[in-house]
């Protein structure tokens, strides 16, 4: 699910799209081998726009927050991650430890046991419980949205075309995506939609 993730962002940072990915505090999304071309292709994106790089710049900003903050039902605490700060960085969030130990609840049950003479560590999502952390409240949509329209209100369209791209000649495979349903799916007709203007 990752790999089809990336893919769908990249695609976005093609069409010069702002888009935000939400996961789990705990999430290891960031060590998914192709994340890096999703970085590359938005540092690129982001000196095709002409922003002023720092020295060690990174293509997806990342910040921490917390679904309880928007009214979540557990604390969940989540990484957002990126293209433009201007519409992440409102949705920073805190959550005080009195607050987090009223809410929180275990949805998951961790336990130890030995396979193949090791000792493993195993992590099991109890059913019922993990669905709360899946509802994005409506605060946070509301959030999210007020952002986006602060930005999109003041932005400012510029390419810089003289960039080059350090991309290699070949394209990566990537099998992990299962994009057959995808590419079936887009490659359908899709009905023309007229405006009633």
């Not at 990915?21 to 999430?27: A, R, V």
């Not at 990342?62 to 009214?71: C, E, K, L, R």
């Amino acid at each position: 699910m990752v790999a089809r993730m990336i893919l769908l962002s990249l695609y976005h940072l093609s069409k010069l799209s702002v888009f935000l990915l939400e996961q789990p505090g705990t999430s290891k999304m960031r060590q998914h081998p192709y994340w890096e071309y999703l970085e590359r292709a938005a540092l690129d994106v982001k000196k095709l726009q002409g922003v002023e790089l720092a020295e060690f710049e990174k293509g997806l900003e990342d910040i921490p927050s917390w679904m309880a903050s928007f009214g979540g039902e557990t604390p969940k605490r989540s990484t957002l991650s990126g293209t433009n700060r201007r519409v992440l960085f409102p949705l920073f969030r805190t959550l005080d430890k009195k607050t987090r130990a009223g809410l929180t609840k275990a949805v998951v049950s961790e336990r130890y046991v030995v396979e193949d003479g090791q000792m493993k560590h195993k992590v099991t999502g109890i059913k019922n419980d993990l669905k709360a952390t899946q509802r994005y409240p409506a605060e946070y949509g509301r959030a999210v949205g007020k952002a986006y329209s602060e930005w999109l209100s003041t932005r400012e369209q510029s390419i810089d075309s003289s960039s080059e791209s350090d991309y290699e000649e070949r394209a990566p495979n990537w099998p992990h995506a299962h994009l057959r349903p995808v590419f079936s799916f887009l490659s359908k007709k899709t009905p023309r939609v007229r405006s009633f203007r």
